[in-house]
């Protein structure tokens, strides 16, 4: 059961051939055995949880239930969830209970989904190995020694250990689908708008957006139909027409069903820095694309390299006043021991963040201020417009765009923790998506050395629908999706 | 632009977090390699390039001036810090969210 | 040497809306402490700002009533800076790009001693939109929390318009001139209460001086948050001398902002310049241009009262008031609707107006009270009027029932029928009183067929006695000039 789809698991629960409750329990029975060693999840409520799968067995017996009903999932510790402790993965909000739901929590609750529980994350969701969060690293679960990705972590090794049905994460520079890539599952990052970011603790406004983690494109779907829609809370809230994203996956199954779809290989994205084996995986990849039908086609996103300074700017810039509200006097943390207002301050916020969150604050703060805001503000966000534009030209040549989600495999956990240059550049192949705007997703494509390795999916604007389709095409041909790590291998698990 | 210490404790004050001469050091190393990173933006000429705030060219939304919020004083003041400074009380008192004395 | 002093004001005016300027808080003021701040006003993670429709029409008004350029698209910043009553870190107001660009208005500034009243037109630089902070509460009494500062975020997040004038301004009376206009402006097009007290309307003054006939502006000193004009005009005053007197003795200015204490009168530096703030400003990345397009300024400007200027050359054109008349009714709106609601309830303009700007305003100044609370209605005063009019009593007798209805009675014919105030103009009676009234001082009529016309005037006072004074003073002339004529 663990490793079907949330149709599968849909029609379980449909069919009476298991309770919500049930399936929840074994769910946080598995989570008992292994999230002492991953710790995927950092807050836990089973009383909580367990009445969310009793009123879903409710719903389900009275006939209204949706297609995720009674469905255990993992939430990212990004989303205020009411009466569950949400940190954001930091000190700062160790004991912060939410008031009151995110608009993403909503929409799993009105569609009856049950919540497992929160899930570990880099701080303020600020790195690309979870090794920044105040609650420990995580560890991959196809490889304990090695990081899960970040800043997503605790949702993707969830999802890779099956310690949940699916999950959310949410993606400002590539915080789902680098970590979809490391653990080998499917993730996608939609269009900026599409989901409501009302109650998702901000990092970098312009650039976050809340996606679906899980093992499948079909299960992305299911689930981008609970989370898109219009929130009027939100003001950069698309108000786009509601769509059933599982609408084309019936027709990928024929032959060639790619047939006239144009993918375009950026050639930037297979230059250096890219590692080989991760290359190949790609190459053999895109092969079996041309299999189904479709056309490849060279394009260029020249300035693709700029993406990794323009969003070292613009995030932190934006991270450093979205984090001045943590000052210690409403909730969150406070010193003990302070002299005045501003030692209160400097103190709190001192003690409640991590050295990376400290640091983007400080490069955030440096680049906003008085005399050299043009030189890098301002300058950033003239690059972002060129980037944008590159992915607008791409878009004339090609329907998809096809590339490595991040240049290596899972590293080992410490190997970049204390070098944030070697870390930023993790992102090389997602960042431009997140500063266009664009839906961008990763999905297994095999392994390289035991660890496996994303190909990433870059679509035009709201064009989820496509993006999923063409995954799934390819999850019909192939099986890396269904690839699970064995759990029970490692000494000492158990 | 090369940064130097006074750079440091200078945003480290904008940004209210407190710092030491050590701390100082070591940040001022692992900033400058960031803004290293970040100089490569200035290889490109972008004269007569619209700044992109929103990747979507949209108009802000208007909301009807109607109250929707209700008084939520008591759940909202329940998960207030502790007052510090020897007192393990909630920093609130009468409603009132408690800080250091405001001098102005 | 001679100074001169140079002035500009950045007003905050609280819009007059429902709720907050990004969430559905209400601004009623008054309210127990934190009890209307939401979870947008305390800035809960998570939570984002959706603009107050209302806020927008509320800016467009005031541009459009101070002939500005209304911005297609402006656009919402993020001012930086820590501050317990600033629940984000950060306020979101319009920096680069305002919602209002250049515009003016023209004061009336009185005459002062020997100067002479006289206009001018003071150039609005620009108005934006942007949020309230919270009120820090002091001197807490409870013993266990001394040394702390209380802070209420009920006000925090209310819309504010922020208005900004050239520094065209040359003394504490252009200033305060200036400011009472603009308050009562803001109130005409009904976009603020203007309630002082309440912090409704706050003047921010920057003040600087230099050698009269110089081009050069002298460092400015910011005087903060004055909320009377009483106030503004002695802490000009002060500002004024000081820095002058500073500059005298050799000193130099250092920009810095300050603040009047009215208890001594005086000014005191609460920030330097080199402690000033390095805000850092960027593009609000939760808020979209806001765009105003001329379809909405044409649906604003429907909705929009007829502004003071032109109320007053109409009511010069169509009553034929004076210019001065026609001022002093367009000085209020509400002034203004009570006089139209007279003339429009069928009182000539000229006596409604003598009325409103005398016995009524009168009345008012002495009790205290604004127009929209006098007891005698705007209706009540037409039909008195209409009584004086068609000679049912004489100017005299209504001051009498005018008094009676302010003192609560309602009825005009009610009072006069009561007061027995009714004109006698039944010509046969007054003929016959006055003959009696002639009988009766021979001595009187001598002295004017002598030539002392003085003595006319003091029959006439006889007859008006003889009649207690009902009779209708005209009649009582034209028929006293007849018979003395014989």
Redesign the interface.
Same mark, same amino acid.
């Given at each position: 059961m663990i490793n079907s789809s949330l149709k599968t698991l849909s029609q379980m629960l449909a069919k009476k051939e298991i309770s919500s409750v049930e399936m929840t329990q074994t769910f946080l029975n598995r989570i008992h055995q292994f999230n002492p060693t991953i710790n995927a999840y950092i807050a836990l409520d089973e009383a909580k949880t367990l009445a969310q799968a009793k009123a879903a067995d409710a719903r389900i017996a009275a006939g209204n239930a949706e297609p995720l009903t009674g469905i255990p999932f993992a939430q990212k510790d990004i989303?205020?969830a009411k009466g569950w402790r949400?940190t954001?993965g930091s000190k700062m $909000?160790e004991?912060?209970?939410?008031? #009151?739901d995110?608009h993403v929590i909503s929409q799993f609750d009105n569609a009856g989904a049950v919540n497992l529980g929160k899930t570990n994350m880099d701080e303020f969701a600020m790195g690309s190995s979870n090794e920044t969060s105040y609650f420990g690293g995580v560890k991959n679960p196809w490889n304990f020694d090695r990081v899960p990705g970040g800043s997503s972590g605790g949702s993707a090794a969830a999802v890779a250990a099956r310690l949940c049905a699916a999950a959310t994460g949410t993606d400002t520079g590539g915080s789902i689908r680098q970590p979809a890539s490391l653990c080998g599952f499917t993730g996608l990052k939609p269009t +900026?708008?599409l989901v409501s970011?009302?109650?998702?603790?901000?990092f970098?406004?312009?650039l976050d957006q809340a996606g679906p983690m899980a093992k499948s494109a079909e299960d992305c779907a299911m689930m981008l139909n609970v989370m898109a829609g219009f929130d009027?809370?939100?003001?950069?809230s $698309?108000?786009h027409p509601k769509e059933d994203y599982t609408r084309g996956l019936a027709g990928m199954s024929g032959d060639k069903p790619l047939k006239g779809l144009k993918i375009g290989l950026p050639k930037e994205y297979f230059a250096d820095g890219l590692d080989a084996g991760v290359a190949k995986v790609v190459q053999d990849a895109i092969v079996e694309y041309r299999k189904l039908g479709a056309e490849t086609v060279e394009i260029s996103l020249p300035?693709t /390299?700029?993406s990794?300074?323009?969003y +070292?700017?613009l995030a932190p810039?934006?991270a %450093? %006043?979205n $984090? %001045?509200? *943590?000052?210690?006097?409403?909730?969150?943390?406070?010193?003990?021991? #302070?002299?005045?207002?501003?030692?209160?301050?400097?103190?709190s916020?001192?003690e409640g963040?991590g050295a990376e969150v /400290?640091?983007r604050?400080?490069?955030g703060? *440096?680049?906003?201020?008085?005399g050299? #805001?043009d030189? *890098? +503000?301002?300058?950033?966000?003239?690059?972002?417009?060129?980037i944008?534009d590159d992915f607008k030209q791409a878009f004339k040549e090609c329907d998809i765009i096809m590339g490595p989600t991040a240049p290596s495999t899972a590293f080992r956990a410490g190997e970049k923790a204390d070098d944030?240059?070697a870390m *930023?550049l993790q992102d090389v192949y997602t960042i431009a998506t997140n $500063?266009?705007?664009?839906p961008g997703m990763s999905i297994p494509a095999g392994f390289d050395k035991g660890l496996p390795v994303g190909l990433q999916l870059m679509g035009n +604007?709201f064009d989820e629908a496509r993006m999923l389709d063409v995954a799934h095409a390819y999850q019909q041909v192939t099986d890396w999706h269904l690839q699970m790590p064995d759990l029970k291998a490692p000494e000492g698990l158990k | 632009m090369a940064l130097n210490i006074t750079d440091i404790k200078r945003i480290a004050h904008l940004a209210r977090l407190e710092i030491n001469e050590q701390e100082a050091a070591a940040t001022l190393t692992k900033l400058s390699g960031i803004l290293g990173l970040i100089e490569q933006m200035q290889a490109i000429d972008t004269t007569g390039i619209t700044p992109m705030s929103h990747s979507q060219d949209v108009v802000q939304r208007l909301r009807e001036d109607v109250v929707t919020e209700t008084n939520q004083r008591e759940a909202f003041q329940k998960i207030a810090p502790v007052l510090g400074n020897g007192s393990a009380k909630q920093a609130v008192d009468g409603g009132l969210y408690l800080v250091p004395q405001v001098i102005e | 040497m001679e100074w001169e002093v140079v002035i500009g004001l950045e007003t905050h005016t609280q819009l007059k809306t429902n709720t907050k300027i990004f969430s559905g808080a209400s601004t009623a003021f008054g309210a127990e402490p934190n009890t209307q701040a939401c979870e947008v006003s305390i800035a809960l993670p998570g939570v984002l700002p959706v603009l107050n429709k209302q806020a927008v029409e509320c800016a467009i008004k005031f541009g459009l009533a101070v002939n500005a350029e209304i911005a297609r698209r402006s656009v919402f910043a993020r001012k930086n800076y820590f501050y317990p009553d600033l629940p984000k870190g950060y306020q979101i107001s319009q920096y680069e790009l305002p919602v209002v660009g250049k515009g003016a208005v023209t004061i009336q500034v009185p005459a002062v001693g020997k100067n002479a009243a006289y206009e001018k037109v003071i150039n609005i630089t620009r108005a934006h939109l942007e949020e309230d902070a919270g009120k820090s509460v002091h001197g807490l009494s409870n013993q266990s929390i001394e040394g702390m500062s209380g802070i209420d975020l009920n006000r925090a997040g209310t819309p504010l318009l922020e208005i900004v004038t050239e520094p065209d301004m040359r003394s504490a009376a252009e200033a305060v001139a200036y400011a009472k206009k603009l308050h009562e402006l803001v109130q005409w097009i009904d976009i603020c209460d203007g309630n002082m007290q309440e912090g409704s309307f706050r003047c921010d003054v920057n003040v600087s001086v230099r050698p009269k006939g110089t081009e050069k502006l002298g460092t400015r000193r910011e005087i903060k948050n004055l909320n009377s004009f009483k106030f503004m005009q002695q802490a000009i005053e002060y500002e004024t001398r000081w820095q002058i007197e500073t500059l005298e003795d050799g000193g130099t200015i250092h920009q810095a902002t300050v603040l009047f204490n009215p208890d001594t009168g005086e000014t005191r530096v609460m920030r330097s310049k080199e402690e000033a703030n390095d805000y850092r400003y960027f593009p609000d990345p939760d808020l979209l241009p806001l765009e105003v397009t001329e379809a909405d300024k044409a649906r604003v400007k429907a909705e929009m009262p007829e502004l003071p200027e032109v109320m007053k050359a109409r009511f010069e054109a169509e009553y034929g008031l004076t210019s001065y008349d026609a001022s002093t009714l367009t000085s209020s709106r509400d002034l203004a609707d009570y006089f139209v609601a007279t003339v429009n309830a069928g009182a000539d303009a000229k006596p409604a107006a003598n009325w409103v700007m005398g016995s009524v305003s009168a009345k008012l100044n002495a009790e205290d009270k604004p127009i929209n609370a006098s007891p005698v209605t705007a209706l009540q005063l037409a039909q008195l009027l209409k009584r004086i009019n068609d000679n049912t009593i004489s100017n005299n007798a209504a001051k009498q029932v005018f008094e009676a209805m302010w003192a609560g009675e309602v009825d005009v014919d009610a009072i006069i029928e009561k007061l027995g105030l009714k004109q006698v103009s039944d010509s046969g009676a007054i003929e016959a009183m006055i003959d009696e009234v002639l009988a009766a001082n021979p001595a009187m009529v001598a002295e004017f067929k002598a030539g002392k016309e003085k003595a006319f005037n003091a029959l006439v006072g006889q007859a008006m006695k003889a009649s207690k004074g009902k009779a209708n003073p005209a009649q009582v002339n034209e028929i006293l000039k007849k018979k003395l004529a014989n």
């Open positions: 989303f205020c949400t954001c $909000l004991n912060f209970i939410a008031p #009151y995110a +900026y708008g970011r009302y109650g998702m603790i901000a970098a406004s312009s009027e809370r939100d003001s950069t $698309l108000n300035n /390299k700029l990794i300074p323009v +070292y700017v810039a934006e %450093s %006043s $984090l %001045s509200r *943590y000052d210690g006097v409403r909730y969150g943390h406070r010193a003990a021991e #302070y002299t005045d207002l501003t030692d209160m301050y400097c103190k916020r001192a963040f /400290k640091r604050i400080l490069i703060t *440096y680049v906003l201020s008085a050299y #805001y030189a *890098y +503000y301002l300058k950033a966000q003239q690059i972002r417009h060129l944008a944030p240059v *930023y $500063l266009a705007g664009l +604007y | - | -």
